[in-house]
C-alpha cells in the first residue's frame, strides 16, 4: 500500500524515467513515485506470469487439502482461506498484466493496486487466530475469557474498516485536486500502513508473551525444602491444552517465523510512505525487485510453507472448543504423516513419542490439570505455615 494515491502510477507513472504530460481530467497523476512503478512488458510481464502460475498452484493445493479433509469430515477453514488469498493474488497478478499493455486504463490500474493491498490482510488474520489458539493452549484462564475473545474479535472486525479507509481513500485521491483532502487521505494510508505492520506483528507478542508467562510462572515454582532440595511440583498455569498433531515447538517456530516474514513486508510497505521521492527520481525501494520480493514472493513462501507443514493437522481444534481442557480432549485423528508417506521403520517409537508430547487428552489432561491444582495448593499451605507443616 503507498501512501500516495494507491494506483499511483496507473493512469501516468514514468516511463524510462520521464514523466509523462498531465491529463486534463481525472485521473490525475500522483507527484510521488510507487512501488514497483509502472508496469512494462520486459520485466513484468514474465515475472507476474511465474508468480501468477505458482499462486495457481497454492490455490489448488489448499483447496485440494481442504476437500480431502471435508471427505474426512476433518474441518479446517483456513484451508479455504488461504485458497481465497492464492485467487485474489491470481487476480492482482493479471490486472498487473493486462495494465501493462493498458497503460491508459485507469479501472484496470485501480483494480491491480487494490488487490495488491487488499489481499495479504487474510494472512495477517490467519496468523492472529492461530496465535489465539495458542495463548488458550498456554493460559486457558486468559485466553477463554470473554474480554479477551471480544478484544480478538475487535482486531479481525477492525481489519474490515482498515481495507474500506485503504481502498475509498486510494480511489478518491485519484479523482480530486483538493489539495487538503489529498493530504487527509494522505493521513488515511500512513495510519493504515503502520496499523497491518502492527497487525502482522501482533501473533509475535501474543506467543512470546503467553509462552513468557508459562515459563516464569515455573519458575516461581521451584521451592527449597527442609533437606535443600529443590522441588518442581506440577502448576496449574504450566498445564498445556495441546491442539493438533506434531511437536507444540514446531508450530510455535512456524507461526513465528511466518508472522515475521510477513511483518517484514508489511513494515517495508509502511516505513516507504513516510520516504516519499518525485516521481522522476525513484529510490531503490520503488524498484520493481523490490515490489516483487516484498510482496509476492514472501507470501509465496508463507502459504507453501503452511501447506507443506500440514497446518490443517498441527493447528486443527475439536469443533465445539469452549474452554480450558476442550483442545487435548482431540478430535478425529487424520491426515497423519504416516498415513500420507507409510509408516517409518521406528514407527513403534515415534507413535510412543508423539503420544507423549500432545498429551493423551480427554480425562488423562483433565486428571492432570486437577492434580496439578491440588499439588499447588498443598505447595501455597505449607508455604503459610509457620512451621512448615500443614
Not at 487435548?328 to 508423539?354: M, Y
Request: charged content about 15%; glycine content about 10%.
Amino acid at each position: 500500500m503507498s501512501a500516495s494515491p494507491a494506483a499511483g502510477g496507473q493512469a501516468g507513472g514514468q516511463v524510462g524515467g520521464q514523466a509523462q504530460p498531465p491529463p486534463t481530467g481525472p485521473p490525475y497523476l500522483p507527484q510521488t513515485a510507487q512501488l514497483g512503478g509502472q508496469p512494462a512488458p520486459l520485466p513484468d510481464v514474465a515475472v507476474s506470469a511465474v508468480l501468477l502460475a505458482l499462486f495457481v498452484g497454492s490455490a489448488a493445493l489448499h483447496m485440494t487439502i481442504f476437500q480431502v479433509n471435508l471427505h474426512r469430515e476433518h474441518k479446517f477453514v483456513f484451508s479455504v482461506l488461504l485458497f481465497g488469498f492464492s485467487m485474489a493474488r491470481i487476480t492482482a497478478l493479471a490486472m498487473r498484466i493486462a495494465w501493462t499493455y493498458h497503460l491508459g486504463n485507469a479501472s484496470v490500474a485501480i483494480a491491480a493496486n487494490v488487490f495488491t493491498a487488499a489481499g495479504v490482510m487474510l494472512l495477517f488474520l490467519v496468523n492472529l487466530m492461530f496465535a489465539q489458539r495458542v495463548l488458550r493452549a498456554y493460559l486457558p484462564g486468559i485466553g477463554w475469557r470473554t474480554g479477551t475473545r471480544w478484544m480478538f474479535r475487535a482486531v479481525y472486525f477492525s481489519v474490515v474498516g482498515v481495507l474500506v479507509m485503504v481502498v475509498t481513500s486510494s480511489v478518491h485521491s485519484m479523482f480530486t485536486l483538493d489539495l487538503e483532502a489529498r493530504a487527509r487521505e494522505r493521513d488515511v494510508l500512513l495510519f493504515a500502513g503502520v496499523y497491518l505492520a502492527v497487525l502482522a506483528f501482533l501473533p509475535i507478542v501474543v506467543v512470546v508473551v503467553a509462552r513468557a508467562v508459562v515459563f516464569f510462572q515455573g519458575r516461581r515454582a521451584v521451592v527449597t525444602n527442609e533437606e535443600g532440595e529443590k522441588a518442581v511440583p506440577a502448576r496449574k498455569g504450566a498445564v498445556t491444552d495441546k491442539f493438533g498433531t506434531g511437536r507444540f515447538r514446531t508450530k510455535l517456530m512456524l507461526l513465528l517465523s511466518t508472522s515475521a516474514l510477513l511483518t517484514l513486508g508489511a513494515g517495508f510497505r509502511a516505513a516507504i510512505n513516510f520516504l516519499p521521492r518525485p516521481i522522476t527520481d525513484p529510490a531503490w525501494y520503488h524498484s520493481k525487485p523490490a515490489y516483487y520480493c516484498f510482496n509476492f514472493v514472501i507470501e509465496l513462501i508463507v502459504v507453501y510453507a503452511y501447506a507443506l507443514a500440514r497446518f490443517d493437522t498441527r493447528f486443527h481444534v475439536p469443533d465445539g472448543s469452549s474452554g480450558p481442557g476442550h483442545y487435548a480432549k482431540g478430535g478425529l485423528k487424520i491426515n497423519k504423516e504416516e498415513e500420507v508417506f507409510g509408516p517409518s521403520p521406528a514407527d513403534d517409537d515415534a507413535s510412543k513419542t508423539v503420544v507423549d508430547d500432545e498429551g493423551a487428552g480427554g480425562a488423562e489432561w483433565e486428571e492432570r490439570y486437577a492434580c496439578s491444582r491440588r499439588r499447588s495448593e498443598g505447595l501455597e499451605m505449607v508455604q503459610k505455615s509457620p512451621g512448615g507443616e500443614v
